[in-house]
């Protein structure tokens, strides 16, 4: 059973930075990839950032060049490096994986960028 645990989430105003972090249950060497999601009401869930078990990233348009996605294995620990906040980041933040063909997800974390 994998456990996902989000942190790290607040109110911020624009322009501003957050770190979020993801606490897996395991070890996360075993996930091979893994994601960072939003989702703000009445809109579909959007992936935001990914992250390799070789440490290959990608990011969504929306978010490249101001966000950061890394892996801490030593923590079993993912992080998001959220920098120049816009109003339209706010939603609340999830981190995913997939193990053992199934999709695990954490319950969330709320960011909130006042304009």
């Known amino acids: 059973q994998v456990q996902l645990v989000e942190s790290g989430g607040g109110l911020v105003q624009a322009g501003g930075s957050l770190t979020l972090s993801c606490q897996a249950s395991?070890?996360?060497?075993?996930?091979?990839?893994m994601n960072w999601y939003r989702q703000v009401p009445g809109k579909q869930r959007e992936m935001v950032a990914d992250i390799t078990r070789g440490g290959s990233t990608d990011y969504a348009a929306s978010v490249k060049g101001r966000f950061t996605i890394s892996r801490d294995y030593a923590k079993n620990t993912m992080y998001l490096r959220m920098n120049s906040l816009k109003p339209e980041d706010t939603a609340v933040y999830y981190c995913?994986?997939?193990?053992?063909?199934?999709?695990?997800w954490g319950h969330g974390t709320q960011v909130t960028v006042s304009s």
């Open positions: 995913h994986t997939n193990w053992g063909q199934v999709d695990y």
């Open positions: 395991g070890s996360i060497f075993s996930y091979k990839t």
